[in-house]
C-alpha cells in the first residue's frame, strides 16, 4: 500500500528529473528533499531506516528504477500512480 510519504519520494524524484534537464536524482539528494519536504509535518514518525525500506519496496513494485552510477528515475508506472494520485487531492 502506498501512503503519503511514498507519493513523497516520487514527487520528489519526478520533479527532480523535470527540473534538472533529466538528470537522475542520487540517493544523498533524495534523502536530503525527503527530510527537508517532511521536516514540517508535526506527526513525522518516521524511522531513516525507514526511507531504504520504502525506495525498495517502491522499486520492487516497479515505481522506481536505479540507473547504477546514476541515480533513481519513476518508470512509467511510478508517473501515472503520482499523476493519478495528484487528481484526486
Not at 13 to 27: A, D, E, H, V
Not at 30 to 35: D, H, P, S, T, Y
Not at 56 to 83: A, H
Amino acid at each position: 500500500m502506498i501512503d503519503h510519504y511514498d507519493f513523497v519520494i516520487l514527487d520528489i524524484i519526478f520533479n527532480f528529473k523535470k527540473n534538472n534537464k533529466n538528470q537522475l536524482i542520487k540517493l544523498s539528494q533524495l534523502e536530503a528533499n525527503f527530510w527537508v519536504k517532511i521536516e514540517r509535518d508535526a506527526n513525522s514518525q518516521i524511522q531513516s531506516a525507514q526511507l531504504g525500506e520504502r525506495i525498495s519496496r517502491l522499486y520492487l513494485e516497479g515505481l522506481l528504477l536505479n540507473k547504477p552510477g546514476m541515480g533513481y528515475t519513476l518508470t512509467k508506472k511510478g508517473k501515472e500512480v503520482l499523476i493519478s494520485s495528484e487528481k484526486l487531492n
